[in-house]
């Protein structure tokens, strides 16, 4: 397909260029070297060789040269082909920066979805695992909620009901890991591995992890037997190894580094070594896939309540917030401080205690996490958490906030109140470990 015509810039009569072209950028102090991008009224944008984007003012600039033209070539996508020694995977598109791909033309990044434009994006996956694909949503992950869960689980159930031996969902890396823990309390049966991978860097840029991830995703649902939901993402800055992690103890801990992601309170499943490709498991006691059992086998319980908030607590809070959230929903978890404190002890915080007694007394559930985030808390090392138990709060041990502020939400989505308090604080999905250990802390 001829690309569209590329719109013609002309800055002066020296200089005539289009989107798309080498050229270098000349003003008074600088040169600066580059693809011309689609821009704005009074700036020349500029993709930088080292990926960076940039805005040169017009009026600025002395003169362009074009270093080459952009080709208008034919859309030559290989083909997804089809190779019976192959597993199959399905490759779920929901969005985030990982469906990007560059579009050569103008140089910016746009999101491809189909397996052509997987397979144009990362060649190699083409050699590893068959490959079909599927759009189920394109959006960034900051704006989730819990119907797009029941989307995504819906469409997993689906695949895996065709018959695939496992299924990768490209996510934006924000929210990434509440959506992994959510699926994986969705599916009380699953047979096959369900990874999350994200990417912190758009495909444009040299430093992007979106193909690595990809790839070291496919080969550990290729290579191995195990069998549920997990998180794959790089485990150091450098391009080396990814991680496996677990779904429900993973955390995104950077705002922009590649290995962002974390198992807190836990170690990695596995690392996939994407110079070797061999697999270290650094677990044994994951799930794993029953031989000859088919991926048909999935039992999905797709419920959520919504009346689920999650409230940090904070030196200085007024009341007013311990009122809103027992007034406006039906489950509340406390981000609460070290061991899962709240200000609820002095005369002045005695009514947020008040509040919450009743709020419990009246059917309401209320789960205690810690803001420390490493580490598990408890109620009976001070007599203030002793206080907090005796009024009914559920102690979730070392459950990450964001866990269980979705599984408290799946479970009276689907359970009754007495079901849910009797669950909160025990393990289903790996969610609480027997113990905290010092290697699960990663040294902090
Ligand atoms: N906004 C981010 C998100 O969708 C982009 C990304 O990190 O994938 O989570």
Same mark, same amino acid.
Not at 86 to 103: D, F
Not at 400 to 405: I, M
């Given at each position: 397909?001829?690309?569209?015509?590329?719109?013609?810039?002309?800055?002066?009569?020296?200089?005539?260029?289009?989107?798309?072209?080498?050229?270098?950028?000349?003003?008074?102090?600088?040169?600066?070297?580059?693809?011309?991008?689609?821009?704005?009224?009074?700036?020349?944008?500029?993709?930088?060789?080292?990926?960076?984007?940039?805005?040169?003012?017009?009026?600025?600039?002395?003169?362009?040269?074009?270093?080459?033209?952009?080709?208008?070539?034919?859309?030559?996508?290989?083909?997804?082909?089809?190779?019976?020694?192959?597993?199959?995977?399905?490759?779920?598109?929901?969005?985030?920066?990982?469906?990007?791909?560059?579009?050569?033309?103008?140089?910016?990044?746009?999101?491809?979805?189909?397996?052509?434009?997987?397979?144009?994006?990362?060649?190699?996956?083409?050699?590893?695992?068959?490959?079909?694909?599927?759009?189920?949503?394109?959006?960034?992950?900051?704006?989730?909620?819990?119907?797009?869960?029941?989307?995504?689980?819906?469409?997993?159930?689906?695949?895996?009901?065709?018959?695939?031996?496992?299924?990768?969902?490209?996510?934006?890396?924000?929210?990434?890991?509440?959506?992994?823990?959510?699926?994986?309390?969705?599916?009380?049966?699953?047979?096959?591995?369900?990874?999350?991978?994200?990417?912190?860097?758009?495909?444009?840029?040299?430093?992007?992890?979106?193909?690595?991830?990809?790839?070291?995703?496919?080969?550990?649902?290729?290579?191995?037997?195990?069998?549920?939901?997990?998180?794959?993402?790089?485990?150091?800055?450098?391009?080396?190894?990814?991680?496996?992690?677990?779904?429900?103890?993973?955390?995104?801990?950077?705002?922009?580094?590649?290995?962002?992601?974390?198992? =807190?309170?836990? %170690?990695?499943? #596995?690392?996939? +070594?994407?110079?070797?490709?061999? @697999?270290?498991? /650094? &677990?044994?006691?994951?799930?794993?896939?029953?031989?000859? =059992?088919?991926? %048909?086998?999935? #039992?999905?319980? +797709?419920?959520?309540?919504?009346? @689920?908030?999650? /409230? &940090?607590?904070?030196?200085?809070?007024?009341?007013?917030?311990?009122?809103?959230?027992?007034?406006?929903?039906?489950?509340?978890?406390?981000?609460?401080?070290?061991?899962?404190?709240?200000?609820?002890?002095?005369?002045?915080?005695?009514?947020?205690?008040?509040?919450?007694?009743?709020?419990?007394?009246?059917?309401?559930?209320?789960?205690?996490?810690?803001?420390?985030?490493?580490?598990?808390?408890?109620?009976?090392?001070?007599?203030?958490?002793?206080?907090?138990?005796?009024?009914?709060?559920?102690?979730?041990?070392?459950?990450?906030?964001?866990?269980?502020?979705?599984?408290?939400?799946?479970?009276?989505?689907?359970?009754?109140?007495?079901?849910?308090?009797?669950?909160?604080?025990?393990?289903?999905?790996?969610?609480?470990?027997?113990?905290?250990?010092?290697?699960?802390?990663?040294?902090?």
């Amino acid at each position: 397909m001829e690309r569209a015509q590329r719109k013609v810039l002309i800055l002066s009569a020296k200089s005539e260029f289009r989107e798309g072209d080498s050229v270098e950028v000349l003003t008074e102090e600088n040169t600066f070297r580059g693809t011309i991008m689609p821009g704005r009224e009074r700036f020349l944008s500029l993709k930088l060789n080292n990926g960076y984007n940039m805005g040169i003012e017009k009026d600025k600039i002395k003169e362009v040269r074009v270093i080459n033209r952009m080709k208008a070539v034919k859309e030559q996508k290989r083909p997804a082909r089809e190779r019976k020694s192959l597993k199959c995977i399905a490759v779920l598109h929901t969005g985030g920066t990982i469906a990007s791909k560059v579009n050569y033309e103008t140089g910016g990044v746009s999101a491809g979805f189909s397996a052509e434009d997987l397979i144009e994006l990362v060649p190699e996956l083409s050699d590893i695992v068959n490959i079909k694909t599927e759009l189920v949503s394109n959006m960034m992950s900051e704006d989730m909620n819990f119907s797009n869960y029941r989307k995504i689980a819906s469409a997993v159930k689906k695949q895996a009901e065709s018959g695939v031996d496992g299924v990768i969902i490209g996510h934006g890396t924000d929210t990434l890991a509440f959506t992994a823990a959510a699926l994986s309390f969705m599916f009380e049966k699953i047979s096959i591995p369900i990874l999350v991978v994200g990417s912190q860097r758009s495909s444009d840029r040299g430093s992007s992890d979106s193909a690595m991830n990809l790839v070291c995703a496919a080969e550990f649902i290729r290579q191995s037997d195990f069998a549920g939901v997990a998180v794959c993402m790089h485990s150091s800055l450098s391009d080396d190894k990814c991680a496996i992690l677990p779904a429900t103890k993973t955390r995104k801990l950077h705002t922009s580094r590649r290995d962002a992601f974390k198992a =807190v309170n836990d %170690k990695p499943i #596995a690392f996939v +070594d994407f110079v070797t490709r061999k @697999i270290e498991f /650094l &677990k044994t006691d994951y799930h794993k896939r029953a031989p000859g =059992v088919k991926s %048909k086998d999935v #039992a999905l319980q +797709d419920g959520f309540e919504e009346g @689920i908030g999650l /409230l &940090k607590v904070h030196p200085n809070m007024s009341k007013g917030l311990f009122e809103f959230f027992t007034g406006s929903y039906k489950g509340i978890i406390i981000e609460g401080t070290g061991m899962g404190h709240a200000p609820t002890n002095t005369e002045e915080n005695l009514p947020n205690f008040n509040i919450l007694k009743r709020f419990i007394d009246n059917g309401g559930v209320v789960g205690i996490t810690s803001q420390c985030i490493y580490g598990r808390v408890h109620p009976h090392i001070y007599t203030n958490l002793r206080r907090l138990e005796n009024i009914g709060c559920v102690f979730c041990e070392d459950m990450l906030p964001e866990t269980a502020l979705i599984k408290l939400a799946w479970l009276l989505g689907n359970y009754s109140r007495e079901k849910a308090v009797e669950l909160l604080p025990k393990s289903l999905r790996g969610e609480i470990t027997e113990r905290t250990t010092a290697e699960n802390d990663h040294g902090i």
